[in-house]
């Protein structure tokens, strides 16, 4: 048999050289790996990176992926952004323990290697790990052809982060009377987009129209010109900085991250089972996004059970550190809330509201 007619690897779909080229743009735009901890470079079969010394270390690790929001941004043609929201969704974690994130590693899927493409996606990855103080110590991009269509993808990865051990944070240490802070979020983040993307389709809406809410308001994180895929893409906010600097500020108990479940789900692993904490919905805006979703047919209860409604992160904290704490968040350039407190729980839920929300 001819080499000409001979079975090869390109032929059945994965183009090796195509992916040693992504390799290689990757290389030119990556900076986060330029840390004095890290031990070699990108490219090897595993990253090494020296562990800085603790007294009584732990390691705190989390992992989770992007979800739907991947469909928007293919939709839209932009892929820069969406592993901003990747690192984020893990990084923020593991944070909300309180150890700091040390290093990322992310895991791509595609249909079909573009270069280019996968270099701008995983550029995203490292202005995540950049924005998140940590390393992107490693990864994987894989190509499936036929089980991903050409242009389709999909992506995972997950953080690890160190800390004292007795600097924890977690509902152990949640009391009643501690006070909630709400920092708040730039939209929608990277959960419910399944629900997004169904109202988009049933209300026939186009992602490249100009977004504006009810009442003409528009998002400031996107600005007054956004459209509507672009006030949807905007990166999760990435709260590890802040978060560590308000370890160091003190008085913090436990935070919780509000991704998919929205607050029942993530506020309510943040109080031990005696205990529950109450949320004054009225005690922040919720954003022109979330009124923009409710506006639609998203009624208040469904989307405190599905987004975080104008809330990334809720701290609980002891109430002498409340004031110092908030300075802390604002000086980090993120808005922040006292949105509520710790109390005895009774016979009720371990999340309850007064109030309403602000759409």
Same mark, same amino acid.
């Given at each position: &048999? ?23 743009? &990757? ?8 840390? *004095?901890?890290?031990? =070699?470079? @990108? ?40 592993? /901003? ?6 990084? +923020? ?11 990322? @590693? ?33 990864? $994987?991009?894989?190509?499936? *052809? ?22 924890? #944070?977690? *509902? ?15 939209? @929608? ?22 977004? @504006?809410?009810?009442? %003409? ?20 906010? /990435? ?7 308000? =370890? ?12 998919? %479940? ?21 005690? #922040?805006?919720?954003?022109?996004? !979330? ?15 599905? !987004? ?8 609980? &904290?002891?109430?002498?550190?409340? $004031?110092? +704490? ?34």
């Amino acid at each position: &048999m001819g080499d000409d007619q001979g079975f090869t690897y390109k032929k059945a779909g994965v183009d090796v050289e195509a992916g040693n080229r992504a390799v290689d743009l &990757m290389r030119q735009r990556l900076k986060s790996t330029q840390h *004095p901890l890290v031990l =070699g470079g @990108l490219g090897g079969f595993g990253g090494a990176m020296r562990l800085p010394k603790l007294k009584d270390p732990v390691l705190v690790a989390g992992t989770d992926g992007v979800g739907t929001k991947i469909e928007l941004a293919r939709a839209m043609g932009k892929l820069g952004t969406i592993g /901003i929201d990747l690192v984020a969704m893990s990084v +923020n974690d593991v944070s909300a323990c309180g150890a700091v994130p040390l290093f990322f @590693l992310d895991y791509l899927v595609v249909g079909k290697v573009v270069p280019e493409e996968v270099a701008e996606i995983v550029a995203g990855v490292d202005e995540g790990c950049r924005l998140a103080q940590c390393v992107l110590l490693g990864g $994987e991009t894989a190509e499936h *052809p036929g089980q991903f269509p050409d242009g389709d993808f999909d992506m995972a990865g997950f953080a690890v982060g160190l800390a004292e051990r007795d600097e924890l #944070w977690g *509902p152990n240490l949640v009391a009643d009377g501690d006070v909630l802070v709400g920092i708040c979020s730039s939209g @929608l983040h990277s959960n419910g987009f399944s629900l997004v993307r169904h109202l988009l389709k049933e209300h026939a809406i186009d992602v490249h129209s100009k977004f @504006l809410s009810e009442g %003409g308001a528009f998002c400031v994180h996107a600005g007054p010109k956004a459209s509507v895929g672009e006030v949807l893409l905007l990166p999760t906010i /990435i709260y590890s900085p802040v978060l560590h600097d308000l =370890g160091h500020a003190g008085g913090v108990h436990a935070a919780a991250h509000i991704t998919g %479940g929205g607050f029942p789900d993530n506020v309510g692993r943040a109080v031990p089972d005696a205990l529950a904490a109450e949320i004054d919905l009225g005690a #922040w805006p919720a954003g022109p996004v !979330f009124s923009w979703l409710h506006s639609l047919g998203v009624r208040a209860a469904e989307m405190l059970n599905t !987004f975080n409604c104008g809330l990334g992160m809720v701290v609980a &904290m002891d109430p002498a550190h409340v $004031e110092k +704490n908030i300075l802390v968040i604002q000086k980090a350039g993120l808005e922040a809330h006292v949105v509520g407190e710790v109390m005895p729980r009774g016979d009720g839920a371990a999340v309850r509201y007064r109030g309403e929300l602000k759409l």
